[in-house]
């Protein structure tokens, strides 16, 4: 089935890392994704892996793959105010059909 | 390089209307894809456009119909409006069908009332 599952808020201080987690229930799935959507916009891709890849490091991004446990993590390092947002995690069907978790609100305080 | 762009950026319909949302892909892009976005929720796929026909569907019924148009540009249309379309509806663009990059406009939201 289809299914993408998120906690649903985070908190963290500014410079701190922040590691936000995504399960999901298809082991057939091809790419899976990070989109950051900021309030009243529309989404951002931020990053993406390969079904066969366990790691995938961009700048300040790092994601992590668990096939096994179908486990998929972001995470941020030297979290800023600017990366507070709503994070989405996301799997590939077929051509190109996304499904997205729920997604978490990260709030990063100063 | 313009990206994905859409409108109007709001919409409010009254149920039982018919609505007409438009996308315009980022350059060089030729699939569309459409995804609704409920409030809290992440967004739920309608379907893919591809030279012109529809490629792909996800669970959403026959009031929600699409076109796209040789210059790869698209319309999302829904019939007979219910409260419950009331969402941030959302087209994404990419350079082919088998494509792992998707790039999303800003949305259109619709209220209907």
């Known amino acids: 089935g289809e299914d993408v599952e998120q906690s649903l808020f985070l908190s963290v201080r500014e410079g701190d890392s922040s590691v936000i987690n995504c399960t999901y229930t298809?082991?057939?799935?091809?790419?899976l994704y990070w989109y950051k959507q900021e309030p009243g916009a529309g989404l951002q891709l931020l990053t993406y892996?390969?079904?066969?890849?366990d790691m995938k490091q961009d700048q300040r991004l790092t994601v992590l793959l668990n096939k096994k446990d179908k486990h998929l993590s972001l995470r941020i390092a030297d979290t800023q105010t600017g990366d507070s947002a709503i994070y989405f995690c996301?799997?590939?069907?077929?051509?190109?059909?996304?499904?997205f978790g729920t997604g978490t609100r990260l709030l990063v305080s100063p | 390089d313009a990206g994905v762009t859409q409108s109007p950026t709001h919409l409010i319909k009254t149920r039982g209307q018919q609505v007409t949302l438009r996308c315009s892909p980022k350059?060089?892009?030729?699939?569309v894809s459409w995804y609704q976005q409920a409030l809290g929720q992440g967004p739920q796929f309608i379907f893919q456009?591809?030279?012109?026909?529809?490629?792909q569907r996800g669970n959403f019924p026959d009031r929600f119909s699409g076109h796209q148009f040789p210059n790869y540009s698209s319309e999302l249309n829904v019939n007979a409006l219910l409260l419950g379309d009331s969402a941030l509806y959302l087209c994404?663009?990419?350079?082919?069908?088998?494509?792992?990059?998707?790039?999303f406009g800003p949305g259109t939201r619709l209220t209907v009332t």
């Open positions: 298809d082991s057939s799935s091809t790419y």
């Open positions: 892996i390969f079904s066969n890849m």
């Open positions: 350059s060089g892009h030729d699939t």
């Open positions: 456009y591809y030279e012109e026909e529809e490629r």
């Open positions: 994404a663009s990419s350079d082919r069908p088998i494509s792992y990059e998707q790039y």
């Open positions: 996301a799997e590939s069907y077929g051509f190109q059909k996304l499904v």
